[in-house]
Nanobody, 127 residues
Framework: QVQLVESGGGSVQAGGSLRLSCAVSGFTYATYCMAWFRQALGKEREGVAGIDSDGSISYADSAKGRLTISKDNAKNTLYLQMNSLKPEDTAMYYC?????????????????????WGQGTQVIVSS
């Protein structure tokens, strides 16, 4: 059974940092594109960053410079380190897996490409 479970969200002040985690089970996640998406209230879900099976990383323009995606294959865990957070980073953050591809190629990816999702973890950034 495919499972993705996010954790690490919370409330922080602008300029602060958070590290999100996504524990994966039920499939060999190291062989697929793994990604982070976010969805702010009233807005569409948008891609943040992706990491390929070979470790290649790609980012959406909004994430470059402040957000870092990584993975630990031994722990079956995906991470998103978020620094210098801004109020506009406030959103529900989701991890996702594209079970049909090993390459992510952000920002040219949409939520419909991803067949497995976690339940999300809330990030709130106050000014």
């Amino acid at each position: 059974q495919v499972q993705l479970v996010e954790s690490g969200g919370g409330s922080v002040q602008a300029g602060g940092s958070l590290r999100l985690s996504c524990a994966v089970s039920g499939f060999t996640y190291a062989t697929y594109c793994m990604a982070w998406f976010r969805q702010a209230l009233g807005k569409e879900r948008e891609g943040v960053a992706g990491i390929d099976s070979d470790g290649s990383i790609s980012y959406a323009d909004s994430a470059k410079g402040r957000l870092t995606i990584s993975k630990d294959n031994a722990k079956n865990t995906l991470y998103l380190q978020m620094n210098s957070l801004k109020p506009e980073d406030t959103a529900m953050y989701y991890c996702a897996a594209d079970l049909l591809s090993f390459a992510c190629s952000f920002p040219a990816r949409v939520p419909a490409d991803f067949g497995a999702w976690g339940q999300g973890t809330q990030v709130i950034v106050s000014s």
